[in-house]
């Protein structure tokens, strides 16, 4: 079924009508400069428990609760010193912290966890929307669990559509990947937990200190330590298999025609081989991050059984996105 319906263009009334919405308890998909969020109070049940249900997600695998400013996020954490540098340099952007947690923050938002994750976001609809409500956004990923996230309006309405009202539409997200995370609960040691827009470097850089990277390893099936780390995510239907960073393709991998190739750029060997795609004309990271997850969405809605996708340059932001796209290839030990 169509839901294009569901998509709203973020004009003042329908902007109104959202945050109404969001009053009475309901879930709304809405923009941001990383992906597109599913939006819900975060300081109400009723919608926190609307956010799993409609997503598929397990309760153990917590929530990122958006405020408006840090000063609106103070009110519900334990903050310190290396938050307040980092809101200062960051926010609003692309950077998550964990931080001990007030009790005014539902345990369901943390599944349990005595700390929450907590961001200011950028995109002016989703700031828009913050300043006219008296609570802040719990907002995962506006995708069914374990899929991959969506960067436009109507990716949301494609999976999400039947089970939401509604969806803001605020364009193609800018950075296209999901916001760096940084475990400051003990501030003297932080830990990134999951690669970002906002690169390591960047973090050591204000913080002054070297800040280590979780090792990635996790167990998928016991309550998470730093949950959200499941090997198997951000996966399309199509199989996903991953070409090292520059390996020579030839034309034979265009050979198959139910596999598409998708490399940073166009490769040498390009003719018209309808199954090669590429992600940047000039090799960026921040373009090859941005079109990533809208490509793979656009392909998995073809009729191709696998992708086999180039990885990124391991450096700044391509840790990022070959995080992302390993766990778009692994494997549940029972398949
Ligand atoms: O860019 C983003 O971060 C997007 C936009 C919508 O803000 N949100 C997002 O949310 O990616 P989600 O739920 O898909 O990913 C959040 C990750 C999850 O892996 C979750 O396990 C982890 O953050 N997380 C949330 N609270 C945590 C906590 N208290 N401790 C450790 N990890 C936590
Ligand atoms: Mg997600």
Known sequence: MDHSSKV???????????????????????????VYGLAGNALNEVSVRKIFAVKGRPLLDPLIVHFSDLAAAEAHIETNDSVRQLAAAFWPGPLTMIVPKQASIPDLVTAGLPS?????????????????????????????FGYVSPTRASHVAHTLGSRIQAVLDGGACDFGLESTIVDLRNPQVPVILRHGPITQAQINQILQVEVTAHSGASNDTAPQSAPGLLTKHYSPRARVTLLAHGETLTADAALDPGIAVVCNQQPTWHTDQPNIFWLSETGELNEIAHN??????????????????????????GQAINDRLRRAAAKLKAE
Do not use: K, W
């Not at 976001?121 to 995708?143: C, G």
């Not at 969405?297 to 932001?317: N, P, T, V």
């Open 292 to 317: 990533l997850f809208e490509l793979i969405q656009r392909l998995d809605q073809q009729d191709y059984q696998q992708l086999c996708i180039e990885q990124a340059a391991e450096e700044g932001l």
């Open 8 to 34: 709203l263009e973020a004009t003042a009334a329908n902007l109104a009508h959202c945050a109404e919405l969001l009053r009475g308890d309901e879930v709304v998909g809405m923009p941001t400069e990383t």
């Open 116 to 144: 929450v994750a907590i961001r200011v976001p950028q995109h002016p609809v989703f700031r828009t929307i913050l300043e006219r409500l008296d609570f802040p956004l719990a907002a995962p990923s506006a995708n069914p």
